[in-house]
């Protein structure tokens, strides 16, 4: 006995297009100033919002919608949109947090955001105004993930360039801080919520990090965000110093799964 036909390419390319135009996936980052969510959303989505390393990178409450031309599938290029919702970092000013946090709660309350990315710098330990916030908004967050950014710059700051990776003593202290951070936000929130450590500058555990986002996303939007991935492996190993091309082909080969292209089978019919 045989199955459907297949649907051929371009009709399978038209109707995912015509998904993202209704509606696209939409990612909401929220955190404090400067913790890097600009940064994250342009690592992950090829995106480029405002970074800045000094005053506030983002200006204003904002919704963008990019268009991303999508290379993951196999023999198609896919025109896909992606709205991030994003405020300046909470807690820089105090005048404005009221704003931020009652706009942050009406677009979620109106289900208008897939998920919710909450990031956190590895380095600030003071965890009271997240704790505060994430309490606030508990109510309105179903699908959240906790992102602890910027672990490059754990102590002792001995980052190892050579493999772009932690060195050993700062992937201890990762470890401590993943628990640690996990057990104090995670009790502000009214389910369960998973934590990942990351570097949005070094790409080190982007994959991690988008699995996880795929993971809270609604099962029938996950295809899309898993079309709008922008990254790969090289991303990560061309930051690498010390390796050789073997070197990186051999450890590219290792994780070479998840950069693997997407099936046109695989989206949904
Ligand atoms: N070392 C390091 N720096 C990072 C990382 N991610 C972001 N940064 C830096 O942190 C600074 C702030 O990054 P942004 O992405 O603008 O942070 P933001 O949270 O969007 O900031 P606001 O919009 O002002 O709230 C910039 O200088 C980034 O280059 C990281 O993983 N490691
Ligand atoms: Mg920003």
Redesign the pocket.
């Known amino acids: 006995m045989s199955g459907p036909k297949p649907a051929p390419l371009d009709l399978i390319v038209k109707a995912a297009e015509e998904e993202f135009n209704r509606r696209p996936p939409t990612i909401c980052?929220i955190?404090?100033?400067?913790?890097?969510?600009?940064?994250?959303?342009?690592?992950m989505f090829g995106t480029h919002?405002?970074?800045?390393?000094?005053?506030?990178?983002?200006?204003r409450f904002r919704t963008d919608v990019f268009e991303i031309v999508s290379q993951r599938m196999e023999g198609a290029a896919i025109k896909c949109a992606l709205r991030v919702l994003?405020?300046?970092?909470?807690g820089?000013d105090v005048s404005l947090d009221e704003n931020y946090l009652s706009r942050y709660r009406h677009h979620l309350k109106d289900k208008a955001c897939d998920m919710v990315l909450w990031?956190v710098?590895a380095r600030n330990r003071a965890l009271a105004l997240d704790q505060q916030y994430l309490t606030r908004l508990a109510d309105v967050l179903p699908n959240v993930l906790i992102g602890i950014?910027?672990?490059?710059?754990v102590e002792p700051l001995n980052w190892n360039a050579g493999i772009n990776m932690p060195s050993r003593e700062q992937d201890k202290a990762v470890k401590e801080i993943v628990e640690d951070r996990h057990a104090k936000l995670s009790k502000c929130l009214r389910g369960q919520c998973k934590t990942v450590a990351?570097?949005?500058?070094?790409y080190?555990n982007l994959q991690s990090l988008f699995a996880a986002c795929l993971d809270v996303s609604p099962p029938d939007r996950r295809w899309m965000f898993d079309l709008l991935k922008s990254f790969s492996t090289h991303d990560w190993l061309n930051k690498a110093k010390g390796l050789s091309a073997a070197q990186k082909q051999q450890l590219a080969r290792a994780y070479i799964k998840s950069d693997e292209k997407i099936s046109a089978e695989s989206l949904p019919g």
């Open positions: 980052v955190g404090l100033s400067g913790v890097g969510k600009s940064s994250t959303i342009n690592a919002k405002r970074v800045s390393a000094t005053t506030r990178g983002t200006n994003d405020a300046p970092g909470l820089e990031i710098a950014n910027q672990v490059d710059l990351y570097s949005a500058l070094k080190y």
